[in-house]
């Protein structure tokens, strides 16, 4: 069964760096795009990036770019978030989730992590 | 790009259907056959329930149903269950940026 399980998350200062993992397993992984997205406490849902399957074209929401940058390891079936320059605002719990392919379905997503930022 | 617009909240009875709107614009919603409905139990990963506007994935009961007129889209739960009762958000693929946005949310209560 397809499994999503993220890592990485924990307490952190601003303006310091952080890198989220996302294990997969029980499907292709690299014949899927991948998204990060997140949930800031009491807030909703917000699309933070995604990566196509071949790992090219990489998008970003407006407030982490220049400073997020989304990878992929197809050989590990891993997919990472890297953040850097953290602000207080990125605190959330960030999830990762399979594109379904099309228009961008995420089909199944993982339990999340907590990353947190403060001083 | 702003966030799409949903009510806040919706109730209903068991048995009851409701409603859920999601209000975009004609460069999200209006234009794009890509609205997703998404569940959220609190604590839980979100589960897809609708894509492509109003197709279901396979093991989705087929109480919920989407749909979409002009640049709003809704997600029907016919015969409202218990376990319904979690967040929904709406996300529309926009094809600029933020590539993708989501709905403000909406928790579904079960009276």
């Known amino acids: 069964q397809v499994q999503l399980v993220e890592s990485g998350g924990g307490v952190v200062q601003p303006g310091r760096s952080l890198r989220l993992s996302c294990a997969a397993s029980g499907f292709t992984f690299s014949s899927y795009s991948m998204h990060w997205v997140r949930q800031a406490p009491g807030k909703g849902l917000e699309w933070v990036a995604v990566i196509p399957y071949a790992g090219d074209n990489k998008y970003y929401t407006d407030s982490v770019k220049g400073r997020f940058s989304i990878s992929r390891d197809n050989s590990k079936n891993t997919l990472f978030l890297q953040m850097n320059s953290l602000r207080t605002e990125d605190t959330a719990v960030y999830y990762c989730a399979r594109d379904r392919g099309g228009m961008g379905a995420a089909d199944y997503w993982g339990q999340g992590t907590l990353v947190t930022v403060s001083s | 790009q702003s966030a799409l617009t949903q009510p806040a909240s919706v109730s209903g009875s068991p048995g009851q259907s409701i409603t859920i709107s999601c209000t975009g614009t004609s460069s999200d919603v209006g234009r794009y056959s890509s609205v997703s409905w998404y569940q959220h139990h609190t604590g839980k990963a979100p589960k897809l329930m609708v894509y492509?506007?109003?197709k279901r994935p396979s093991g989705v009961p087929n109480r919920f149903s989407g749909s979409k007129s002009g640049n709003t889209a809704s997600l029907t739960i016919s015969g409202l269950q218990p376990e319904d009762e979690a967040d929904y958000y709406c996300c529309s693929y926009t094809g600029s940026s933020p590539l993708y946005v989501f709905g403000t949310g909406t928790k579904v209560t079960v009276l």
């Open positions: 492509d506007d109003n």
